[in-house]
């Protein structure tokens, strides 16, 4: 018998070596602490360029016609119609905008809500796209010390 305990204890051995290597590589992309802010951020274009997606491009394109915007997106989900005779319209977007921040210790902890959609407004005015803004969630402040994979906007000690 003592030379079918010795078995087991050399069986499992490698397999808690292969265990946890396997789980240290799980998180090798997220080692390190740090503080991440998201918020709205709203651009606004002269004249945009459309998206399939309900989404605006910032980059100058050609003037756009209110029917071609209603061929490529449909009717807007909202319109309002202003005194000097301009209209707004407000398409909503597919992706939510969240608000709140992430903590990082060890692992990332969202500390962040849900806040709406995003959306693109657009001011129509004699059958024409006068000006776009479109509204989204965007991270406004990182700091990270430790080792990351995402490097985007991020300051900090990598």
């Not at 991440?36 to 491009?57: A, E, H, I, R, Y």
């Not at 301009?86 to 809500?113: K, Q």
């Not at 001011?123 to 000006?131: A, L, P, R, T």
Request: hydrophobic share 35%.
């Amino acid at each position: 018998m003592p030379n079918q305990s010795i078995f087991v204890k050399r069986i499992s051995s490698p397999f808690k070596t292969i265990t946890i290597t396997f789980l240290i590589l799980l998180l090798q992309g997220c080692i390190g602490i740090g503080v991440s802010w998201v918020g709205d951020v709203s651009t606004t274009t002269q004249v945009p360029t459309l998206s399939n997606k309900k989404m605006l491009f910032s980059e100058k394109g050609q003037p756009l016609s209110s029917d071609y915007v209603i061929s490529q997106w449909g009717e807007p989900d909202h319109r309002k119609r202003i005194d000097d005779g301009s209209e707004i319209w407000e398409y909503r977007g597919n992706h939510l905008r969240w608000h709140g921040g992430f903590l990082m210790l060890l692992l990332p902890l969202p500390l962040a809500v849900p806040f709406g959609h995003n959306y693109a407004t657009l001011v129509i005015q004699n059958g024409q796209v006068q000006s776009s803004t479109q509204t989204y969630s965007r991270t406004k402040f990182e700091y990270f010390c430790g080792y990351t994979i995402f490097r985007g906007s991020q300051i900090g000690c990598f």
